[in-house]
C-alpha cells in the first residue's frame, strides 16, 4: 500500500485565495478508485473562477479520471471536494447544471445531423436561449456541415460539432480532455479564440492535453500528473 504513504507527499497545487467563493474546484485529498487501483490518490487541488489550467502527465496518470471526478461523474472514496461551491457528494444536481465535459469522443449522435445534435444538446441543457446560430459561426460550421449527418462529417468537423455543443452549454465550469484532437490549425485557432473569451467572461477552464504547444499559450498554470497525483505547478509567463 505505499501508494497511500505518497499521498502525503502531494504539495498543495495553489497560491491560497481569499475567499473561498473565488475557487471554482477545490479538492482535498481525493482518493478514486477504479477497481482496487488509486486512479487519484491523494490529489489536492485549488482552481480560481475564471482561471484556465493545463494538466499534463504521461498515458495513464489519471488525467481523465481526475476531470471525471471534478464532473461528478466518477465516485471520491476518501477525501473532500467542493465544485463551484457546492460540495461534490451532497450537491451534485446543482454542479451538472453548471459544469461542462468534453471527452475525447464527441458523444454525438451519427444518425442526426450537426443541427439535430446541438437542437438536442441545448434542451437537454435547459438553456435559455437558443444560441445555435452563433456557436456555429464561432467554430466555422457552415450550412453545409450543419445539415449534414454526423456519420458523414469528417473527424474535425464532428470535433467543431462537439465544440460548439460545448458553447451552447453556457456552463461556468469547462472540462476538456484533448480539446484540439482532430483539429486543423484553423479550427485549433478557433477553439484557442473562444477559450480565451469565455476566461475573460469567468468561464473557469481545466484541459488535459499533450499539446503543450496549443495549450500552453492560452493556460495561466501547467500542473503534471504522475501516478494518481498532481505535482509542482508552473506558472506561464
Not at 505505499?2 to 495553489?14: D, G, P, Q
Not at 461551491?85 to 449522435?109: F, K, M, P, T, W
Not at 499539446?211 to 506558472?235: F, H, P, W
Amino acid at each position: 500500500m505505499s501508494w497511500w504513504i505518497s499521498t502525503w507527499a502531494v504539495s498543495r497545487l495553489a497560491e491560497p485565495v481569499a475567499n473561498r467563493e473565488d475557487l471554482a474546484c477545490e479538492l482535498d485529498q481525493v482518493v478514486c478508485l477504479l477497481g482496487n487501483y488509486p486512479a487519484l490518490a491523494g490529489v489536492d487541488l485549488s482552481v480560481a473562477v475564471g482561471e484556465t489550467v493545463l494538466i499534463k502527465g504521461p498515458n495513464g496518470a489519471g488525467k481523465t479520471t481526475l476531470l471525471r471526478c471534478l464532473a461528478g461523474l466518477t465516485p471520491i472514496h476518501k477525501g473532500t471536494a467542493r465544485i463551484l461551491g457546492h460540495d461534490l457528494e451532497s450537491g451534485r444536481g446543482a454542479i451538472c447544471r453548471d459544469v461542462a465535459i468534453l471527452s475525447q469522443s464527441n458523444h454525438l449522435y451519427s444518425d442526426l445531423s450537426a443541427d439535430d445534435n446541438l437542437a438536442l444538446y441545448i434542451r437537454a441543457s435547459r438553456v435559455a436561449t437558443n444560441k445555435t446560430d452563433s456557436v456555429c459561426e464561432q467554430m466555422g460550421i457552415s450550412s453545409r456541415v450543419r445539415s449534414t449527418k454526423v456519420r458523414h462529417l469528417s473527424t474535425g468537423q464532428k470535433r467543431r460539432v462537439a465544440i460548439a455543443c460545448l458553447l451552447a452549454r453556457q456552463a461556468r465550469l469547462w472540462l476538456l480532455d484533448e480539446p484540439h484532437s482532430g483539429l486543423d490549425w484553423t479550427g485549433a485557432g478557433l477553439l484557442n479564440e473562444q477559450l480565451v473569451d469565455q476566461s475573460k467572461a469567468g468561464t473557469t477552464i481545466v484541459i488535459v492535453s499533450h499539446d503543450l504547444e496549443r495549450v500552453g499559450k492560452i493556460a495561466g498554470r501547467t500542473l503534471t500528473m504522475v501516478g494518481g497525483t498532481l505535482g509542482e505547478d508552473s506558472r506561464v509567463p
